[in-house]
């Protein structure tokens, strides 16, 4: 392998784009070898204040390495991997404690895939118990704190990706999401979460036909989420709702012109849920920055009854489909508000199930014929930022008390219950200085429309991009 060029030490590395990184590699210009050390010193660095990738594999990275073809998709470029997915030969905990010393013998087929396509796995990145929460902490690895300031929380489930990619410590970052789990700490942490269409990346899970949780890419450009869901995508009849992706690649097509762009704006969904007066404040100037001869910001906000419940009746649901395939000795170690989630889907009705579908069904019509006459639905991820570490959820927003810790997520159930792709992208600061991110809502199987147009948006409201030093604050 060629050696690196003299202009790149590892924090120049660790900076890079993961285009720009690939193109490196497939040039010759820097080795994987290269971008792995650059890694694990950052990892080192970072780990200590934010807790992101909280099991380095870096024995089994540098085998990977010396096998690393750099004409591959990915060229040797290292990664994460959030701590739901099993990686052969990698502690992998779910971070829950009857499974805190579990280590599988066979990988995710969406990590083989990954690394059939030059991926090169450097560790797994932190997630709350099972996935379930908001607020990334577990009783094996403790919390996983934002780089932008470490006194304040991440975002959940995939908050370890979301904190690593913002701090530099990986260039791509896999999460997964069924309640925002790739949005919330992406809007959080300051980096790009995408949540795909059901099936368009394939992961058998469980409950294979089970079309709500999906594996998804996180990075810190838009174009760096579009490689990653190039190499993540693929039909593989391991997943029974698989199917293949967009003609052309998801990259090439992201880096096309997407006008002219008309995007419907719906501050708070109708009512759905609240909004802080400054998160609202900042969301609506960075569209109003946008606006453009090609881009046509309207304010159009669809009807959409019977959201929560439906999605909390298909969360429960599945929650109890899981919990009777799982061991006793596993689930009876659960933590309380997970263990409630799950005996709430036991006392589910046949009823109540078929409601929910019917329900389903028509929030699917509604935004069928609403994104016929808008490309993207662009609304908030959350009506609030981060909350200092130790709480879980926000008790109150803009004044109203939160139920439970699922109430201030109510944002990302419309496209999970549609099976519509999202995308948080970075559009500002709060007065804190914290990110905020902006949720775009594509159309059915509309990936590459909602990535071009993410890109023209990017562009336009120049937020600056990470990675940054972690921000180490001390309460008082």
């Avoid at 969301?283 to 669809?302: G, K």
């Avoid at 590459?448 to 890109?455: C, G, K, P, Y």
């Amino acid at each position: 392998m060629a050696a690196a060029d003299p202009g790149f030490s590892g924090p120049d590395l660790c900076r890079l784009t993961a285009c720009e990184a690939v193109d490196l590699l497939k040039r010759g210009k820097v080795s994987p070898g290269e971008l792995l050390d650059a890694s694990l010193a950052r990892i080192e660095q970072t780990s200590p204040v934010i807790n992101a990738l909280v099991t380095p594999c870096p024995d089994r990275a540098r085998d990977a390495v010396g096998k690393a073809s750099t004409t591959s998709l990915l060229a040797g470029l290292p990664i994460g991997i959030k701590d739901l997915t099993p990686v052969a030969e990698v502690r992998t905990t779910y971070g829950t404690p009857g499974l805190a010393d579990f280590v599988p013998d066979v990988s995710d087929p969406m990590v083989t895939r990954l690394e059939s396509r030059g991926a090169v796995v450097v560790g797994k990145t932190n997630t709350p118990e099972m996935g379930a929460g908001a607020n990334t902490f577990n009783p094996v690895f403790g919390a996983t704190r934002n780089p932008w300031n470490t006194t304040m929380n991440a975002g959940g489930s995939s908050g370890g990706a979301a904190a690593g990619l913002a701090a530099g410590e990986v260039w791509l970052s896999q999460g997964s999401d069924l309640g925002g789990s790739l949005r919330t700490p992406a809007s959080f942490c300051g980096v790009v979460g995408l949540r795909p269409s059901p099936g368009i990346v394939a992961s058998p899970g469980g409950d294979g036909f089970n079309p709500f949780g999906v594996e998804g890419p996180m990075a810190r450009t838009v174009e760096d989420c579009a490689l990653f869901l190039d190499a993540m995508s693929g039909f593989d009849p391991v997943s029974p709702i698989s199917f293949p992706p967009a003609a052309g690649g998801y990259l090439d097509s992201c880096r096309r012109d997407p006008s002219p762009v008309r995007i419907g704006f719906a501050p708070d969904l109708g009512g759905l849920a609240p909004v802080e007066p400054e998160m609202a404040q900042i969301l609506s100037a960075a569209l109003a920055r946008v606006q453009a001869p090609d881009v046509d910001v309207v304010e159009d906000t669809p009807d959409l009854p019977g959201i929560d419940s439906t999605f909390r009746t298909f969360r429960a649901l599945g929650m109890w489909t899981g919990f009777r395939a799982t061991p006793e000795a596993i689930t009876s170690r659960y933590k309380p508000t997970l263990q409630a989630n799950i005996a709430q889907g036991g006392k589910l009705t046949v009823d109540q199930i078929a409601d929910a579908n019917l329900a389903r069904a028509r929030l699917y019509e509604t935004m069928r014929q609403y994104l016929e006459r808008v490309d993207v639905l662009a609304c908030p991820v959350t009506g609030i930022g981060p909350l200092p570490v130790e709480i879980e959820y926000p008790p109150e927003i803009a004044g109203i008390a939160s139920t439970d810790y699922l109430d201030w997520l109510r944002f990302a159930f419309l496209a999970t219950l549609c099976g519509l792709p999202a995308l948080s992208l970075p559009v500002g600061r709060d007065a804190r200085g914290l990110p905020v991110g902006l949720q775009l809502i594509g159309p059915p199987r509309g990936e590459a429309r909602l990535l071009q147009i993410a890109r023209r948006l990017e562009q336009a409201t120049g937020v600056s991009r990470t990675p940054i030093d972690p921000v180490v604050t001390h309460t008082a």
